[in-house]
């Protein structure tokens, strides 16, 4: 019973930090982090296998002393900017509760979230993405210089295709 009673007691100072740009390092996080108490041990997670090995996986834990430094720091780096990006800060205790399921396709969610026309556009990759925009800017670049004396006429036309139709 006490030992279980020791672990509630450990989640309960440990933070998830999540949605971290990937050029914050670990460094730069503990400095982040170590205003608000004394940070007991940290895991900056990386993606040990596969394609991005070695790379930062987004996301961190950090284990302050006390419960009471833990949700200091959670209260005021949630949300906080960081690289352009608001970070995620919650305890640990919640992270396994409330949003495992919520965060499993943590990378879909945030695929959809960035681009507006949520139709199954979570499901194409980072990259994929990009090379369509890219592809596209390069079409319109190229109309533009083709077609700058037909342009005018060319607007009624091109407003009935609907911007999501992104030749394939």
Same mark, same amino acid.
């Given at each position: 019973?006490?030992? /279980? ?11 998830? #930090? ?5 050029? #914050?390092? %670990?460094?730069?996080? #503990? ?8 940070? *007991? ?6 993606? /040990? ?5 070695? %790379?930062?996986?987004?996301? +961190?834990? #950090? ?13 005021? !780096?949630?949300?906080? !900017? ?5 970070? *995620? ?5 919640? $992270?396994?509760?409330?949003? *495992?399921? +919520? ?24 990259? +994929? $993405? ?10 319109? =670049? %190229? =109309?533009?210089?083709?077609? $700058? ?5 060319? *607007?009624?036309? /091109? /407003? ?6 992104? $030749?394939?």
């Amino acid at each position: 019973m006490d030992h /279980n009673h020791l672990n509630d007691d450990k989640c309960e100072s440990r933070l998830y #930090i999540g949605n971290l740009d990937l050029r #914050i390092t %670990e460094a730069a996080l #503990i400095k982040m982090f170590s205003p608000f108490g004394k940070i *007991v041990s940290e895991d900056f997670l990386w993606h /040990n296998r596969g394609p991005k090995r070695g %790379e930062p996986r987004g996301y +961190a834990f #950090i284990q302050f002393s006390t419960k009471e430094e833990a949700e200091l720091a959670k209260e005021k !780096m949630h949300g906080r !900017m960081a690289c352009g990006r608001p970070l *995620v800060v919650r305890l640990a205790s919640e $992270k396994y509760t409330s949003e *495992v399921a +919520a965060n499993s396709s943590k990378a879909v969610g945030d695929a959809s979230r960035s681009s507006l026309s949520a139709s199954g556009s979570g499901q194409i990759s980072r990259s +994929a $993405k990009i090379a369509a925009i890219k592809n596209k800017l390069k079409a319109m =670049e %190229e =109309e533009s210089h083709n077609s $700058k004396k037909q342009k005018q006429g060319d *607007v009624s036309t /091109n /407003n009935l295709e609907s911007p999501s139709s992104v $030749k394939r």
